[in-house]
């Protein structure tokens, strides 16, 4: 068994792209390495670099391994299918060239249930007909990730998307073949849509092919679920807070997966507002260090 621990762009508060207040893609491979990272995940497609020979060197400088990729689309919306696609296939393309072997799904945050985050008895449920669809397109991008490009396809449960609580991302296990979706684990997500990840974890550990490591400050995640604060301002408020200082029982999910016998990649994820005062390499450095202090060595 080999637990290897990677770090990924939005813990610099990289979420889309094009925002012109995203750090450059550089500074994010070298804080990486330098807080302690093996690998790290592409990010929003279209901010690490398409062209293989250059993203290639310079994660090799700096001694990096690509974990895998997010296709955070609308997945929920049939009119941006298109957008959808484009992310997938380039996505795909840059994973299968520089050999990495995760490609995630996540349904992207939709107005419909912005407000019900964390509310699970409130959030607005689709159509018999509408969740037919939308999980169709869901398999679709699934079966292209695994069948034409090789790749682990997983699905990662979002607050404020479509498959954010329990009920509807079992549904989805259930409707779609494990051959071709797995699930890509986020323990703090699961903490915010009011479940406990550990016992997740017991159920379904033999189909979780990735996990991603992110903790909840149980302070600021009661207020933004009283307040319907949207997920980015929540993020503002810190709701993702330093590994082990929220509600995540980490010790408890490393023995799951010791148990289990987990071989892959655990990725720290600590969304973060990139305008306010924060110190991302501090926070991966401290995220590292807490860690290597529960046996994530």
Known sequence: MTIRIGNAPCSWGVEFAGDPRNPPWRQVLKDCAEAGYAGIELGPVGYMPEHPDELGAALDDHGLSLIGGVVFRPFHDPDQWLDVVDGAERTCRSLATHGARHLVLIDSISARRAPTAGRPD??????????????DRIETISKMGAEVYGLTVSIHAHAAGFIDFEPELERLLDEIDES??????DTGHHSYAGYD?????????????YMHFKDIDPVV???????????YQA????????????????????????????????????????????RPLDDAKANRAYLDSIGFG
């Open 221 to 231: 995640k009661a207020d933004v679920v009283a307040e319907r604060t949207d997920f």
């Open 197 to 209: 990840p550990v016992a997740f974890m017991k159920r379904h550990m033999d189909r979780i092919s």
């Open 180 to 185: 071709v979706l797995k699930i890509c684990f």
């Open 235 to 278: 993020c503002g408020q810190g709701i993702f807070c330093n590994l082990g200082r929220g509600d995540v029982d980490f010790p408890a999910v490393r023995q799951v997966l010791i148990e289990a016998g987990y071989d892959g990649w655990c990725t720290v994820e600590q969304d973060c507002d990139p305008t306010l005062d924060v």
């Open 122 to 135: 409130e959030a607005e449920q689709m159509d018999p007909a509408e969740w037919r669809s939308f999980r």
